[in-house]
């Protein structure tokens, strides 16, 4: 499989868990992209990696959101206390060496947070 | 700072009709374009890009894009659709000759194909 993984599909949570989203990029893209799309709106950029340096924060990544890339392949991303203004679809995106070559998006993960 | 604004929230047509979906952007700088397509409870997939050069860009499934810089728009195009078109659609853009820099959506438009 060559495209962009994330795990889990779907995720339901109480309102004050934490939970933890996988991405596993494309193999050789170095740049990895965080997004956030709710109900009848376009994904909002949440956070960006070059390797294994995260290089760029929306003002939309509140303190309870983390995310790490260790070893500049795969990344998690970790919502403390969720709210239920969480719920949405979490994609994850790579690319190689800029926008300008393709960014390509996994299937997303999508919390529904009760 | 880019925005997208995407002029129709849904398009509704008849298969086998031509199509346009509509972009105009905003931008102080250049600018890289995209169309990507999303099917229900999936990711998104990469239609079609412009990054320099002709201004009409030829994407998969038959679609194509026009770069128009005075009227900053990319409107999207296809002769004939099908009922497998039917999907949500986002233009995007991002600051050229950037390394790294994120994509900024519009809302996106729903098109739907009926027979």
């Known amino acids: 499989d060559t495209g962009v993984s994330q795990d889990p599909r779907h995720k339901i949570t109480k309102r004050g868990q934490n939970v933890t989203f996988r991405c596993d990029p494309i193999?050789?893209?170095?740049?990895l992209y965080w997004y956030r799309q709710t109900l009848g709106q376009g994904p909002e950029f949440l956070t960006y990696f070059q390797n294994e340096a995260q290089l760029e924060k929306s003002r939309l990544l509140s303190d309870r959101f983390s995310a790490e890339r260790p070893k500049g392949s795969f990344s998690t991303l970790e919502i403390q206390r969720t709210e239920q203004g969480d719920s949405a679809m979490y994609l994850c995106a790579s690319s190689h060496e800029g926008t300008g070559t393709g960014t390509f998006f996994g299937q997303g993960t999508r919390l529904t947070v009760v | 700072a880019q925005s997208v604004t995407q002029l129709d929230s849904q398009v509704p047509v008849f298969e086998e009709a031509p199509v346009e979906l509509r972009c105009n952007y905003s931008?102080?700088?250049?600018?890289?374009l995209f169309w990507y397509v999303q099917y229900p409870n999936q990711g998104l997939q990469l239609l079609l890009k412009?990054?320099?050069?002709?201004?009409l860009v030829k994407g998969i499934n038959g679609f194509e894009a026009e770069f128009n810089k005075s009227q900053t728009s990319f409107h999207l195009r296809k002769p004939s659709v099908h009922i497998s078109d039917t999907a949500e659609y986002f233009c995007?853009?991002?600051?050229?000759?950037?390394?790294?820099?994120?994509?900024?959506f519009g809302k996106g438009t729903t098109l739907s194909v009926s027979s």
């Open positions: 193999s050789e893209h170095n740049r």
């Open positions: 995007a853009v991002s600051e050229a000759n950037q390394a790294g820099t994120a994509l900024i």
């Open positions: 412009y990054l320099s050069g002709s201004t």
């Open positions: 931008s102080s700088v250049s600018v890289y």
